[in-house]
C-alpha cells in the first residue's frame, strides 16, 4: 500500500473512531490480493489504491456504527461480492464469526482464499442463494447479526435478510441515500417478514462525503414460512414497493 494510501485508511477510520494502525500490514495484504485478483478477473469495479482504501475498506467499517456489532456475534454479510465488509470488519474484530454469503461461487473462492492468506480464523465463506440457504434448518433464524452493503432495496433486504437471523437479532443495512418510499416498503416488509425497523441513521462516508444510511431491523419472531419465495422473486417484485 503507497503511503498516501495508507494515510487515507488512517484518517478515514480515525473518524469513525477506528484505530487501523495495528491492522496496516493486513489491510496492505487484503489491498494486494484484491489487486492480483482484478487482474486475473473483474473482481470489482475499484482499481485504484486511494479508491480501494475509501471506498471498500473504510465504507466498510462505517457499519460498526450505532455499536450494533458490540459483542462475539455470529454474522452473515449477505451479497459479499469481494468479502465486503466482511473482510474489514472480520481484520478489526476477530471476536465476531462471519459467514460471507454470494451466490457467484468465484467469488465466494476469492474470499475464502483472502481470508485464509490473512490468517482470518473467523471467516468461513458459503456459496448459495439467499432464497435457498434460509430454507435450510441450519441456515434459518440461526444467526445474531446479518450485515449488509450494495445488494438490493430495503424490502428485497428484509426478504432475504430476515430469515437468517435469530428473534431478536438485527440486520444492519449499510446503503447509499433511501427515499421515503424505499423506507416505508422496507418497514412493511420488516413488519410481514416478522421484523420491524429500529435505526435509520444518515451518515457521511469519511474523507469523501459521500451521502450514506445505516438503516438497522430488528427481527422479533420467525420470519413466516412462505419466505423468502423463491429464488429471483424477492428481487424482481419487491414486497410492498412497486418502483425498482
Ligand atoms: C453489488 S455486489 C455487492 C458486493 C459487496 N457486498 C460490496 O459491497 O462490495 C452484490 C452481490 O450480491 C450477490 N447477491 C445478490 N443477490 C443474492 C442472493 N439472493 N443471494 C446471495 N447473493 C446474492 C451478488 O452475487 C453480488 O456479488
Same mark, same amino acid.
Given at each position: 500500500m503507497n503511503p498516501e494510501a495508507a494515510d487515507l485508511l488512517r484518517c478515514g477510520a480515525q473518524e469513525l473512531g477506528i484505530d487501523v494502525e495495528p491492522a496496516l500490514d493486513r489491510f496492505a495484504a487484503l489491498l494486494a490480493l484484491l489487486q492480483e485478483g482484478n487482474a486475473r478477473f473483474n473482481l470489482t469495479a475499484l482499481k485504484t489504491e486511494p479508491d480501494i482504501v475509501l471506498k471498500h475498506f473504510v465504507d466498510s467499517l462505517t457499519c460498526f456504527g450505532g455499536g450494533h456489532l458490540?459483542?462475539?456475534h455470529?454474522?452473515?454479510d449477505l451479497g459479499t461480492g469481494a468479502g465486503f465488509p466482511t473482510l474489514p470488519l472480520a481484520i478489526?474484530?476477530?471476536? $465476531?464469526?462471519?459467514?460471507?454469503?454470494?451466490s457467484t461461487r468465484k467469488k465466494v473462492e476469492f474470499v475464502r482464499a483472502t481470508a485464509e492468506a490473512l490468517g482470518l480464523h473467523n471467516v468461513r465463506p458459503l456459496a448459495g442463494r439467499a432464497e435457498t440457504l434460509t430454507r435450510q434448518p441450519k441456515h434459518r433464524d440461526r444467526y445474531d447479526r446479518v450485515v449488509v452493503r450494495a445488494v438490493a432495496?430495503?424490502?428485497?433486504?428484509?426478504? $432475504?435478510?430476515?430469515p437468517f437471523l435469530r428473534?431478536?437479532?438485527l440486520l444492519v443495512a449499510q446503503k447509499g441515500p433511501i427515499s421515503p418510499e424505499e423506507l416505508r416498503a422496507g418497514q412493511r416488509a420488516a413488519g410481514e417478514l416478522g421484523g420491524r425497523v429500529i435505526e435509520v441513521e444518515a451518515f457521511s462516508l469519511p474523507?469523501?462525503?459521500d451521502a450514506r444510511t445505516l438503516v438497522v431491523m430488528e427481527k422479533l419472531r420467525d420470519t413466516p414460512s412462505k419466505y423468502p419465495r423463491r429464488e429471483g422473486v424477492p428481487n424482481q417484485q419487491p414486497l410492498f414497493w412497486s418502483a425498482k
Open positions: 458490540e459483542g462475539a455470529q454474522v452473515v478489526m474484530r476477530a471476536d $465476531l464469526m462471519f459467514t460471507p454469503v454470494d432495496a430495503l424490502p428485497v433486504l428484509a426478504e $432475504l435478510a430476515l428473534p431478536g437479532g474523507v469523501l462525503g
